[in-house]
């Protein structure tokens, strides 16, 4: 079969739905009222699904991310199960942690594992199941236990582990990142179909495994596209903002340190692992035309990023596989991007004309194509062309009604 890209007209529809025809259960490490873009993506991915006369069911932990903390009204339970959006959700008992520490992180893995032999044991899974994949610990329990000659096994990868985690740092070349790597292929030889995010997952897997289907499933988003207004500038400068994970990955406060404010007011919405250290950066050099925002829902922040000229999307490492989906979520808002992370994302925004592109960790080369970006360029017909484009090639329906042709 190979990869699969063919497209028909489709609009879904949630409501009204008259004849169920086929079952699916998606397996996944996050999902809301979790926030962020995996959980985003998986919920997309089964409201998608139950559109199309699939009756969907989840298996997610009790939800506890980003905070590490099981949330308020999911404690002392081992599981909990509950119909939303039509969606039947089984949450299920996780040792919850944030924390640095490699065994915590292990133990929290081992303990969803458990929870979901748990679940396997004593309930009957429908013939196709959807994993989600990082994390590889998860994913190989499911690809393990319920591994059946009449049971479809779909691995939904986001990212590329082990391989992912060596570029950032959290891995060395051992005997643990041999283990991971057994892992990984064991995962990708027993699934009969392979969802990547990206190109490069794809090649990656077929490389591996020449004859394995794959199918290109981006991270588009599902949300209606807002009406493009024109907007006015103050004090001349543009207005750049970054919206997301404050994490060590993403290097904000290293970003914050770097930039030069001549022509740009820097805007930040977001939280992690730098807040309190932007915080007290903008606290001391009062002179930064820096303004910090803090953590809004999704759909406010939708409304807010339509105020600025222009969005950076950074990255320290350029992480194989990766690719961010904030370039299709900004695309459909008619945001123009500087994208300062390399890889496959950095093609994107050439290949659709969605902004500019700097070197990842090249402060100088990303000051450079600041102070020569026009203001009057980031205008109404620039972002309406970017929505437009967007639109047209990062359809989220498109995508979903090819998906099922192949489920």
Not at 37 to 61: D, M
Not at 138 to 148: H, S
Request: with cysteine; proline share 5%.
């Amino acid at each position: 079969m190979g990869r699969t890209n063919g497209y028909k007209n489709y609009r879904p529809s949630y409501r009204n739905l008259q004849v169920i025809v086929k079952e699916v259960l998606i397996i996944t490490n996050y999902f809301p009222p979790e926030i962020g873009a995996a959980s985003n993506r998986i919920f997309h991915l089964a409201q998608g699904l139950q559109g199309q006369n699939y009756k969907v069911s989840v298996i997610t932990p009790l939800p506890n991310y980003p905070k590490g903390k099981i949330f308020d009204g999911y404690k002392g339970v081992f599981k909990k199960t509950t119909t939303e959006h039509h969606i039947t959700i089984h949450r299920l008992w996780i040792y919850a942690s944030n924390s640095k520490n490699k065994l915590k992180r292990l133990i929290a893995m081992l303990s969803y594992s458990f929870s979901l032999i748990w679940f396997f044991m004593w309930n009957k899974l429908p013939e196709k199941v959807i994993v989600q994949s990082p994390p590889l610990l998860v994913a190989f329990t499911c690809m393990f236990f319920i591994r059946n000659k009449k049971r479809k096994l779909i691995l939904n990868v986001s990212d590329l582990w082990p391989i992912a985690g060596l570029e950032l740092g959290a891995f060395k070349k051992n005997f643990s990142y041999k283990l991971l790597e057994r892992i990984e292929r064991f995962n990708y030889k027993k699934a009969d179909l392979v969802l990547g995010q990206s190109e490069e997952i794809l090649t990656h897997i077929t490389s591996l495994f020449p004859e394995k289907d794959t199918f290109l499933y981006r991270n588009f988003p599902d949300f209606n596209p807002p009406i493009l207004e024109e907007q006015a500038t103050e004090n001349g400068k543009i207005k750049m903002v970054y919206a997301g994970l404050l994490g060590i990955a993403q290097g904000i406060y290293k970003l914050c340190t770097e930039l030069n404010y001549k022509n740009i007011q820097f805007h930040i919405y977001g939280a992690g692992a730098e807040k309190e250290k932007i915080e007290a950066l903008i606290a001391k050099n009062p002179e930064l035309d820096i303004i910090y925002h803090g953590e809004i829902a999704r759909t406010e922040l939708h409304e807010a990023l339509l105020k600025y000229d222009l969005t950076v999307i950074p990255l320290l490492n350029r992480i194989y596989g990766s690719v961010p989906s904030k370039i299709f979520e900004y695309g459909k808002l008619g945001l123009p991007m500087l994208y300062f992370g390399g890889g496959e994302g950095e093609n994107i925004i050439e290949t659709y004309n969605l902004g500019w592109v700097v070197p990842p960790t090249n402060y100088k080369a990303l000051n450079l194509q600041l102070s020569k970006i026009e203001l009057n360029k980031l205008n109404h017909q620039f972002r309406s062309q970017i929505q437009k484009t967007a639109l047209q090639n990062f359809n989220f329906e498109k995508q979903l009604v090819a998906l099922v042709k192949i489920l």
